[in-house]
T-cell receptor, first 112, second 113 residues
Framework: LAKTTQPISMDSYEGQEVNITCSHN???????ITWYQQFPSQGPRFIIQ???TKVTNEVASLFIPADRKSSTLSLPRVSLSDTAVYYC?????????????FGRGTQLTVWP | NAGVTQTPKFQVLKTGQSMTLQCAQD?????MYWYRQDPGMGLRLIYY???????DKGEVPNGYNVSRLNKREFSLRLESAAPSQTSVYFC????????????FGPGTRLTVL
């Protein structure tokens, strides 16, 4: 399992775009990058997944450069309700083991 | 659809007591997982079940046992609880263990005195 490194915390204000960068220098060829969001007293929730280049859904965008050693989760125009912990994971999508490595995540705090 | 449900939501045990955490899913997923989350930390995998009838150890299995009762249910048992097992326990599922997306339950907050 490739381990990931991301900032412990970030602050932003409502309406701003937030970019959270994750480092995964030892990512394997078959690994995908997945981001989860966790609110207090809740289980993590899947946000987005990608392999390379750019992926966008209704919640976020994920940018992965050609070397795949890092990735950036972009949250457009954040609101107070986006305050949460965000986890970056690198895992083998085809693995039957189903193992995910959750690091400590990034605590995003959005201020009024 | 309830998704993934866990019982109980909260539990306080004394050292040495035993208990079983229950997890059920109505998503018809094959794979189920038990994680623990300690304060300020990410989740660590305790045990998982790739499919009905199979279970395997994760990163931190010591002090726990599991049972995949059927496709819907996956229970986690603490035979002799220790203060180090104070944590929040999450159950999760995914369709086939391919990590496309895991769905998590609401968690069980366990305190061992």
């Amino acid at each position: 399992l490739a381990k990931t490194t991301q900032p412990i915390s970030m602050d932003s204000y409502e309406g701003q775009e937030v970019n959270i960068t994750c480092s995964h220098n030892n990512i394997a060829t078959n690994d995908y990058i997945t981001w989860y969001q966790q609110f207090p007293s809740q289980g993590p929730r899947f946000i987005i997944q990608g392999y390379k280049t750019k992926v966008t859904n209704e919640v976020a965008s994920l940018f992965i450069p050609a070397d795949r050693k890092s990735s950036t989760l972009s949250l457009p125009r954040v609101s107070l309700s986006d305050t949460a912990v965000y986890y970056c994971l690198a895992s083998n999508r085809g693995s039957t083991l189903g193992r995910l490595y959750f690091g400590r995540g990034t605590q995003l705090t959005v201020w009024p | 659809n309830a998704g993934v449900t866990q019982t109980p939501k909260f539990q306080v045990l004394k050292t040495g007591q035993s208990m079983t955490l229950q997890c059920a899913q109505d998503m018809n997923h094959n794979s189920m997982y038990w994680y623990r989350q300690d304060p300020g930390m990410g989740l660590r995998l305790i045990y998982y079940s790739a499919s009905e009838g199979t279970t395997d150890k994760g990163e931190v299995p010591n002090g726990y046992n599991v049972s995949r009762l059927n496709k819907r249910e996956f229970s986690l048992r603490l035979e002799s609880a220790a203060p180090s097992q104070t944590s929040v326990y999450f159950c999760a599922t995914d369709p086939a263990g391919t990590i496309n997306e895991q769905f998590f339950g609401p968690g069980t907050r366990l305190t061992v005195l």
